[in-house]
C-alpha cells in the first residue's frame, strides 16, 4: 500500500521569497516520486521526479526537492517565487513494480503575493 | 509535439443522460490513464491502458461507467446513466515505458462534468 500527505492545503508567500511544499508519503516498495503543477484551466504538467537516482533533484523553473528516505519526505523548493508560479502543486507516489501505480496527494494552492 | 486531446472541455448534462468523453494520446505513447479529480483533491486513477489491455480497472465503477481503446490509440470513457455526484473534471494522461513507476505521464486539460 502507498499514500501521500500534501502538508498545507495552502501556502502564501511574497514575490522573491522562498517557496516550501511538503509531502511525506508512505510506501512498500521503493518509490518513484512526482511534483506536478496544475495551472487552471491546464493539464498537469511535470515539475520533477526522483527514480532512487540523486537524492536531490532539480526540476524546471528554479524547483528542486530532495528525496529523504529516513523522514519518508520529499518537499518541493524554490529559492525566490515569482508571481507565475501561483498554481495548484501534487505530490505524487509510484510504486516500481509490475503495478506501477501513482497515488496522487490533495494538492496545496501556491499563492504569490506582489 | 502536440499534447494530449481531449474533448470536449465541458459538459452539462442532465441526471441519467449518458455522457462520453474523448482522449487522443501523445503520438507512440503506448501507456493512457483515466482520472477523476474533484473540487479540492487529486486525480485518482479510474482506468489504466497499456495499448488496448485494461491493465488496472479496479477503481472503475463498472455498474455505470465503462472504457474502450479499442486500436490502442484513442479512448472513450463514457457514463451511463450519469448521477450528480459524478460531478467532477475527467482527465486523461498518456506515457511512454520507461520503467514500472517511473513513466512521466502527459495529461490533458481535462473535461469538466455538471450533472444537474
Redesign the interface.
Known sequence: AQSVTQLDSHVSVSEGTPVLLRCNYSSSYSPSLFWYVQHPNKGLQLLLKYTSAATLVKGINGFEAEFKKSETSFHLTKPSAHMSDAAEYFCVVSDNTNAGKSTFGDGTTLTVKP | EA??VQSPRYKIIEKKQPVAFWCNPISGHNTLYWYLQNL??????LI?YENEEAV?DSQLPKDRFSAERLKGVDSTLKIQPAELGDSAVY?C?SSSPG????????????TRLTVL
Open positions: 499534447g494530449v479540492g483533491q487529486g486525480p485518482e486513477l489504466r488496472d482527465l494522461a520503467g514500472y513507476g517511473t513513466d512521466t505521464q502527459y495529461f490533458g486539460p481535462g
